[in-house]
Nanobody, 121 residues
Framework: QVQLVESGGGLVQAGGSLRLSCVPS????????MAWYRQAPGKQRELVAR???????NYADSVKGRFTISADNAKKLVYLQMNSVKPEDTAVYYC???????????????WGQGTQVTVSS
């Protein structure tokens, strides 16, 4: 079964750094529209950062200047570098992307299972 697999979450002190990674669980033909979302307890899921196939990026105002999204298109990997983290960054972080499994397939949107990030004050 095809899915996105996140890793890199954990417990970090305020001001510290984490790097999240996301990769498809199986070999795929192409990936686009890669993004990271997060959901804190009692809140709606929100977009954190997005990167296009042309490497254009956009960020939530709350993370601008602290988080960086990047992609390795050859390895079909997407990263989220989180610097100067704050307690309010605590959430489950989800990877999202459009995957083309085979050359003849359409792009289909997939979500990862989520990885917990907890920032202590």
């Amino acid at each position: 079964q095809v899915q996105l697999v996140e890793s890199g979450g954990g417990l970090v002190q305020a001001g510290g750094s984490l790097r999240l990674s996301c990769v498809p669980s199986v070999s795929i033909f192409s990936i686009k529209g890669m993004a990271w979302y997060r959901q804190a307890p009692g809140k709606q899921r929100e977009l954190v950062a997005r990167i296009t196939s042309g490497d254009n990026t956009n960020y939530a105002d709350s993370v601008k200047g602290r988080f960086t999204i990047s992609a390795d298109n050859a390895k079909k990997l997407v990263y989220l570098q989180m610097n100067s983290v704050k307690p309010e960054d605590t959430a489950v972080y989800y990877c999202n992307a459009d995957l083309k499994i085979r050359p003849w397939s359409d792009f289909t949107n997939f979500w990862g299972q989520g990885t917990q990030v907890t920032v202590s004050s």
